[in-house]
């Protein structure tokens, strides 16, 4: 990883071993950038507070070696991703402003896709990871994850049952527990398509009634200019010395038509005022008409005033105008059927509810069998790795329980509570010496032992559901002596299988490692290209030294320091790789 402006650190580089890497150095050095920068890579969460102070960005760079069909290689191809050399080149940036952006063998993608590789890539565990552990939510996580298919499977199912479940148990709460409030829409509904129907409104009537009662008012008016305009084109019978427009136009037409044979200009002028006498010759036969069929009845009027009226009422309650009514009516009939039908809808609910409880029920029992099967091999694996962490004596157990309730499923006999994860209570439990009672791992381990139940549990995942890379961050808080060289040694058989990087404050854990990388800060503060060193030979020993004792040149400090390492290495002889 190459990583820059990022908290105390400038630009550096991180190498890391394909074995057993431990990152040591003083405190605040900076050692736990390096499991931030990893973090960031995999998609964690971006905090703007973490560019250096003066810098306008934090750029973090990995290569990230990918065993052929690798699922997480599949992923990042589809995501466009090139290799680089049958590696995966990853960088993330994170402005001060708090943009974030990703790239993925040179294109820019989500940083949820980062997130996703990460289950595949790396399990990074550190002192919120042990936290977690103490959540039985996380122990019954812990456990399944264990278990595989024989819990996956039966878990999926019910998932999908219980969510059905929780549907159908929904909408059945709440037809019964409204079931005053439906019934009073039912009726407010049953009120207003009667009022409707008993008006029987057409789609449009209300526009073409208002245009009827506007010239149903106005009929004098209208009867007059249409009287008085049809004179003007065609004469009025008891003036018959009076001059209109037809008789003009006539007479126009006449004097060209005499001539029009001399200029075919003038004769196209003869035709267009034969055409307007015809068309007012046509207007004028109209507006008789308009005046003859004019009903100035005051009886229609007032028809038409009275159905405007019921129409008006049933705008002002149901819509904006008639069409807006008639489609409140056709959703309201649909609505009452719906509320209608509550008590058949009921009866199907209630039956559906229980077919589905007592699936569930089943299904519930099948996964508290598929656990406690597992529980029983996952508690002696994990106490068999205790035995190699300096708790010989110590022994792990499940407690796996379930809660009696009245409104629960049946399960196993009894009604008990159920969740999403079906009716199990998951709890880890630790005795740490014979004669002890096995209590929650949370109230009866110290630091030192809940770290090594965590790394125990890790490693037994490592043989069941295994993944390249584990990054642990001081997960040997707490531990000393016998304990911390029985964690290094520990964390050295994982990393045959698997890349392993500490970061950790022990040199009993330190002295396992392959490579040992330092993180040093410069006389300013901060940590620069030069400030991560591979260390070897007498400096390895002069900072395994340093963590004993404080003292670099310890004497004393020096011989346990060379003591650490000749027994790592012979280990190391003696277990093939």
């Known amino acids: 990883m190459r990583i820059r402006s990022l908290g105390v650190i400038d630009d550096a580089v991180v190498e890391l071993s394909p074995g057993f890497t431990a990152v040591t150095g003083e405190t605040g050095a900076g050692k736990t950038m390096v499991v931030t920068s990893l973090g960031l890579l995999l998609g964690g969460r971006a905090d703007p507070a973490l560019v250096r102070i003066g810098a306008g960005k934090a750029v973090v760079e990995g290569r990230i070696a990918l065993a052929a069909g690798a699922s997480a290689l599949a992923r990042a191809e589809e995501a466009g991703a090139e290799l680089d050399d049958g590696a995966l080149l990853i960088s993330r940036t994170l402005s001060a402003e708090g943009r974030s952006r990703a790239h993925l063998g040179g294109r820019s993608v989500p940083v949820g896709l980062l997130a996703e590789l990460a289950d595949e890539l790396v399990a990074v565990h550190g002192q919120t990871d042990q936290q977690g552990?103490?959540?039985?939510?996380?122990?019954?996580?812990?456990?399944?994850?264990?278990?595989?298919?024989?819990?996956?499977?039966?878990?999926?199912?019910?998932?999908?049952?219980?969510?059905?479940?929780?549907?159908?148990?929904?909408?059945?709460?709440?037809?019964?527990?409204?079931?005053?409030?439906?019934?009073?829409?039912?009726?407010?509904?049953?009120?207003?398509?009667?009022?409707?129907?008993?008006?029987?409104?057409?789609?449009?009537?209300?526009?073409?009634?208002?245009?009827?009662?506007?010239?149903?008012?106005?009929?004098?008016?209208?009867?007059?200019?249409?009287?008085?305009?049809?004179?003007?084109?065609?004469?009025?019978?008891?003036?018959?010395?009076?001059?209109?427009?037809?008789?003009?136009?006539?007479?126009?037409?006449?004097?060209?038509?005499?001539?029009?044979?001399?200029?075919?200009?003038?004769?196209?002028?003869?035709?267009?005022?034969?055409?307007?006498?015809?068309?007012?010759?046509d207007v004028a036969g109209e507006l008789a008409g308009y005046a003859d069929d004019l009903d100035a009845d005051p009886l229609r009027l007032a028809a038409v005033e009275e159905r405007r009226a019921a129409l008006t009422a049933l705008t002002r309650k149901y819509g904006e105008d008639i069409a807006g009514v008639l489609a409140w009516g056709e959703q309201g009939a649909a609505r009452l059927t719906e509320l209608d039908g509550d008590d058949e809808r009921i009866g199907e609910l209630t039956a559906e509810r229980d077919a589905l409880g007592a699936e569930l029920g089943?299904?519930?029992?099948?996964?508290?069998?598929?656990?406690?099967?597992?529980?029983?091999?996952?508690a002696a694996a994990v106490t068999a790795e205790l035995a190699s962490l300096a708790m010989p004596h110590a022994r792990v157990s499940f407690d796996i329980r379930q809660t009696e309730d009245p409104d629960g499923i049946e399960a196993g006999g009894r009604t008990v509570a159920y969740g999403p994860a079906g009716v199990d209570e998951v709890e880890l439990l630790l005795a740490p010496h014979p004669g002890a009672p096995p209590r929650p791992v949370a109230k009866g381990a110290s630091g030192g032992e809940l770290s090594r139940v965590m790394l125990a549990v890790e490693v037994v995942f490592a043989g069941t559901d295994p993944v390249p890379t584990y990054l642990f961050d001081e997960v040997d808080a707490g531990v000393g002596g016998k304990a911390a060289v029985e964690i290094g040694r520990r964390l050295a058989k994982l990393a045959r299988t698997a890349q392993v990087v500490v970061v950790t404050h022990l040199p009993q854990v330190a002295a396992f490692a392959d490579r040992q990388l330092l993180v040093e800060k410069t006389n300013d503060g901060s940590v620069t290209r030069s400030g991560v060193k591979v260390l070897e030979g007498e400096d390895r020993v002069r900072e395994l030294s340093r963590m004993l004792a404080g003292q670099e040149d310890s004497e004393a400090a020096r011989a346990h320091a060379e003591e650490l390492l000749a027994t790592a290495r012979a280990e190391d002889r003696t277990s093939p790789h």
């Open 133 to 281: 552990l103490l959540k039985l939510s996380r122990q019954r996580q812990a456990l399944d994850r264990y278990a595989g298919e024989a819990v996956s499977g039966p878990l999926t199912a019910y998932t999908e049952a219980y969510r059905r479940l929780r549907a159908v148990a929904g909408e059945l709460d709440e037809i019964v527990t409204r079931a005053r409030e439906r019934a009073q829409e039912a009726d407010l509904l049953r009120y207003g398509l009667d009022e409707i129907a008993a008006v029987e409104p057409r789609a449009g009537e209300d526009t073409e009634l208002a245009e009827e009662a506007e010239r149903l008012g106005h009929a004098e008016a209208l009867a007059g200019a249409a009287t008085a305009a049809h004179a003007a084109l065609a004469g009025n019978p008891e003036d018959p010395e009076g001059i209109d427009a037809s008789t003009l136009v006539a007479g126009a037409h006449r004097a060209l038509e005499a001539v029009r044979a001399h200029d075919p200009a003038l004769a196209a002028l003869t035709d267009r005022i034969g055409e307007i006498g015809i068309l007012l010759t």
């Open 362 to 378: 089943a299904l519930a029992e099948e996964l508290t069998k598929a656990r406690t099967e597992a529980a029983e091999r996952f």
